[in-house]
């Protein structure tokens, strides 16, 4: 059998998908479910029973025990609990079984999963409910049922509900907007996301040598090695036999659960690497990516390595980001955000360029809270990850464009003639028709935004469910202004100029870590937010609020339970990097620079006995005697600071932020420059050079 016809088979074999289940259920079965999809209506018990009994029979010849439903806590990682299909019978064996009760709805403990505030945590019950917009899957003989989870009271406890929600918000309110143009035959629009996965591979046994990486999942100390990514030789670089194999592993383990991984290849950092997906609804490229977090772990751990997911594992080189490239498409495959051959097209695709740049202005603190976390506070600014403040990368062309349009003036494009911009005569718009801007955090490539301010470690849920709020909101008011227009041209040509010409502030080409950028967006208007403390309150600013609850995609204690729970994550994040930092300065770094230091100095007073110079041996031990007293003060410091976090969480996340990230950095300069002045066999943990370069 070929290659191609290999991968063919393989993709998908562990999925219950469509073609499966069109094979697998009844005609009139799969068209109720197929109608329920398409409309978004509920199943009746009756349809979900028959579809139970074939989801059952499917698994059970996969080899599949026992089923889960499978679901998204706030925790941002997936939760999972495990039932047999099997059940004693009456006469000492056991039958089978599997409900379309048992399919719809599940009921967990809820109690010890973060809530926000939502419930007391004596109060446990819990309700999954099966998501039939998303294909169940086997893995390890267990049948996995994409679920949303739910308190007894309804509250949502997980991302699934409200990303649902956003993306049915988003499809009615740009078919308003496709009907204004004469699209008759679009029945929905559905939000697309394809994120781009970054991480790091380090060498297990190394792994187990370091405690911060073990308790944080990022280096708490490390002195540059002497040679890092600065010789850019690393990127798209041939990949390591070692690092292949488990490429090839994780693709084959991906394809069988239907996730269309693509791209492979090395990142700019030494023992960087990158995953990309094929473009898929944002729902199903929200738990694709779940899935693809957890497999980079466990397959990595087969071949002998730990993937590190954190935003900023070690210092001085890139960091990993998830770079979520979000577009629009209709229910046929036509992508909104693709500049068209045409003048009505270019029309359509520049209203929702507007709608887009107009929703972004308005709402920075909304998408930059969306990103807000304790390892992005380590990665946003340098090294190819952009800055903390929100602005549009549009290109030269394009923006040109949009630039002619507000000033009501003539557009000339390059080698084409001049052109008037009007609805009817709008100048021809290339689909790739930028550069691309490693920079910005969000940059038009082509016919999608690409949001790359996304942390690797996060889930794409919360920035997707912002993107299609924001750009559903405006979109309804376009839809509000055009739909009583007397002259659709006119109202239409009036309302492109006046949202370029005030929300044109948001875009910028150049590059994000000049300087003279955080002065010119201050001019403009822009927010710097330049830390998590700072960025987080954005989820529950009254604008904020508005928005989510207005569009019925939050409640507002859902949204303030959010908050909660960001800032009650940032908070123990950084006390657990605190703590852990504190015991490997009591119990490795201090122990092991005392000792070298004291052999040192024993040397230099043997060598001066001896009438030799001894200089060196002097010299170091004086300054590995003062930088230890400055480490030890400095962890002295830090774990008085510890016991004097406020106990109110927001007060303690300003506090934490401010303080003890202070401290954290203070220790952490004296314990990499005694590192440099340390023996390496008398260090007491492996350093940058072995972890990076240990492929």
Known sequence: MSGEANTQELFGSEVFHEARMREYLKPATFKAWKKCIETASSLDLKTADEIAQAMKKWALEKGATHYTHWFQPLTGATAEKHDAFFSPDSTGGAETEFSGKQLVRGEPDAS???????????????????????????????????????????????????????????????????????????????????????????DKELWHLREDLKMTGRTLFGAQPVRGQEMEDYYYGQIKPRVLHFMQELDEELWKLGVPAKTRHNEAAPAQHEIAVVYSNANAAADLNQICMELLKKVADKHGFVCLLHEKPFAGVNGSGKHDNWSLSTDEGRNLFRPGSTPAQNAQFLLFLAAFLKGVDEYQETLRATVATSG??????????PPAIVSVYLGEELGGVIDAIAGGETYRGKERKNLKVGVDVLPPIRMDNTDRNRTSPLAFTGNKFEFRMVGSSQSVSGPNIALNTIMAEI?????????????????????LKE???????????????????????????????????????????????SLFVRNHIYTKEELTARYNIHVETYNRTLLVEARTMCR????????????????????????????????????????????????????????????????????????????????????????????????????????YADLLFSE
């Open 112 to 202: 010890s999963f973060p809530s926000g505030g939502l419930r007391a945590t004596f109060e446990a019950r819990g309700y999954t409910a099966w998501d039939p917009t998303a294909f169940a899957f086997i893995k390890d003989r267990t049948l996995y049922i994409p679920t949303i989870f739910c308190s007894y009271s309804g509250h949502a406890l997980d991302k699934k509900t409200p990303l649902l929600r956003s993306m049915d918000l988003i499809s009615r309110e740009a078919v308003r907007i496709l009907r204004l143009f004469g699209d008759k035959e679009t029945k929905r629009v559905i939000a697309q996301c394809g994120p781009e996965q970054e991480y790091f591979l380090i």
């Open 376 to 385: 992005n506070e380590h990665r946003l600014g340098a090294l190819e990850a």
């Open 475 to 495: 979109l309804a008011g376009f839809a509000d202004k055009l739909e009583k227009a007397k002259d659709f041209g006119t109202a239409l040509q009036k309302l």
């Open 499 to 545: 949202t370029f010409a005030k929300h044109r502030r948001i875009v910028f080409d150049g590059n994000g870590y000049d300087g003279t950028w955080e002065t010119e967006a201050k001019k403009r208007g822009l927010l710097n937010r330049k830390t998590t403390a700072e960025a987080l309150p954005g989820y529950i600013s009254e604008k904020t609020m």
């Open 584 to 687: 490997m300065i009591r119990t490795e770094i201090l122990p092991a620079v005392s000792e070298y230091g004291a052999s040192l100095a024993e040397r230099a007073a043997l060598l001066k006995a001896q009438k030799m110079s001894g200089a060196y041996e002097a010299k170091t031990a004086k300054e590995i005697s003062a930088l230890t007293t400055r480490l030890s003060a400095a962890c002295d410091l830090l774990e008085q600071d510890i016991k004097r976090v406020p106990a109110d969480p927001t007060k303690a996340m300003q506090f934490i932020g401010r303080t003890i990230r202070a401290d954290m950095e203070k220790a952490r300069e004296s314990a990499d420059r005694l590192e440099l002045l340390s023996d390496r066999s008398s260090w007491p943990f492996p350093v």
